[in-house]
C-alpha cells in the first residue's frame, strides 16, 4: 500500500513549519495527552510524524523515540532536526508497515493521521502489534464538527462524516476527549499563508476574511485506547 499524499507539508514543508510553530500555542494538546500518558523514561514511536517537528519534545524525557515518515524529503528534513538527539532515530515507512518487534513500545502517537476512520484499519492493527501491554494509542486530529476551522474542512470535504469517523473510533474501544486550543501567529502574512495551504482557494479565501489578528481557534479530537494483556486485534 503506497502512502497517502499530505499536501500540505509534502508541497509546503516550510509554511507548514511556520503553521507547526503556530499550533497549539496554549499547550492545550499536549496537557491533555500529558494527563493521560506519561512517557518519561518509555518508548515512544510518532507515526506519520512528517518533519520530525514533535519528536524533540518527546525525547525530551522518553528513554527512545521513533518517528515512522513515508515520504522520503521529509524524512531528510526529520533527520537534520534531529541530528543532536541520540535517543531518536527515523525509520522511512507507512503506518501499516513499521519495522519494529512486536511489543516494543509503551506509546504509539499519531498527530492529525487519522481523520477518516474507516480505512485506518490496517496502521491501528500495526500500531497494537508494537505495543506492549498496557501502552496507549494515541491518535489527535482535527475536530471538524467545530467551527470555525470545521467548517473550513467540511467545505473543502463534503463526503467527510466527521460523527461517523468518531463512531468508528468508539467501537473499536477508543476514549474520545474534544480540546479546543489556538494558533497564534506572528505575522499576517504567515496566518494567511498556511491557510493558503490547508485550504482550497476559495475557502481560503473566506477563512482568512473571517480571520482578523494574528490568531484561531481550532479544536481537536484525542482519541486513546489502552492495549490490554492478551489484546487480539480485529484486523490481523
Given at each position: ?57 518527546f525525547a525530551g524525557t522518553a528513554r527512545s523515540v521513533v518517528g515512522v515518515e513515508p515520504h522520503p524529503p521529509l524524512v531528510e528534513r526529520a533527520l537534520h532536526r534531529t541530528a543532536g538527539l541520540p ?98 501567529f506572528e505575522q499576517r502574512a504567515t496566518l494567511e499563508a498556511v491557510l493558503g495551504i490547508e485550504f482550497s482557494a476559495e475557502v481560503a479565501a473566506r477563512a482568512i476574511a473571517a480571520t482578523p489578528g ?23
Amino acid at each position: 500500500m503506497s502512502a497517502f499524499p499530505s499536501p500540505n507539508i509534502w508541497r509546503w514543508p516550510d509554511v507548514y513549519e511556520q503553521e507547526n510553530r503556530a499550533q497549539d500555542a496554549a499547550g492545550a494538546i499536549w496537557a491533555a495527552l500529558r494527563e493521560v500518558v506519561d512517557w518519561a523514561g518509555a518508548d515512544v514511536v510518532d507515526v506519520g510524524c512528517g518533519d520530525g517537528f514533535h519528536l524533540p519534545l518527546f525525547a525530551g524525557t522518553a528513554r527512545s523515540v521513533v518517528g515512522v515518515e513515508p515520504h522520503p524529503p521529509l524524512v531528510e528534513r526529520a533527520l537534520h532536526r534531529t541530528a543532536g538527539l541520540p535517543t531518536v532515530r527515523m525509520l522511512e515507512a507507512g503506518a501499516e508497515n513499521i519495522p519494529l518487534a512486536d511489543a516494543s513500545a509503551d506509546l504509539v502517537h499519531a498527530r492529525t493521521a487519522y481523520f477518516f476512520g474507516p480505512g485506518c484499519e490496517p496502521g491501528l492493527a500495526e500500531a497494537d502489534r508494537i505495543l506492549r501491554p498496557g501502552g496507549l494509542l494515541a491518535i489527535v486530529d482535527l475536530d471538524a464538527t467545530r467551527p470555525p476551522y470545521g467548517d473550513w474542512m467540511l467545505a473543502d470535504l463534503p463526503r467527510y462524516d466527521p460523527v461517523a469517523a468518531e463512531r468508528f473510533f468508539d467501537e473499536l474501544g477508543f476514549t474520545m476527549r474534544r480540546i479546543t486550543t489556538e494558533w497564534r501567529f506572528e505575522q499576517r502574512a504567515t496566518l494567511e499563508a498556511v491557510l493558503g495551504i490547508e485550504f482550497s482557494a476559495e475557502v481560503a479565501a473566506r477563512a482568512i476574511a473571517a480571520t482578523p489578528g494574528l490568531t484561531l481557534p481550532v479544536s481537536y479530537r484525542l482519541h486513546t485506547r489502552v492495549k490490554p494483556a492478551g489484546l487480539l486485534t480485529r484486523f490481523s
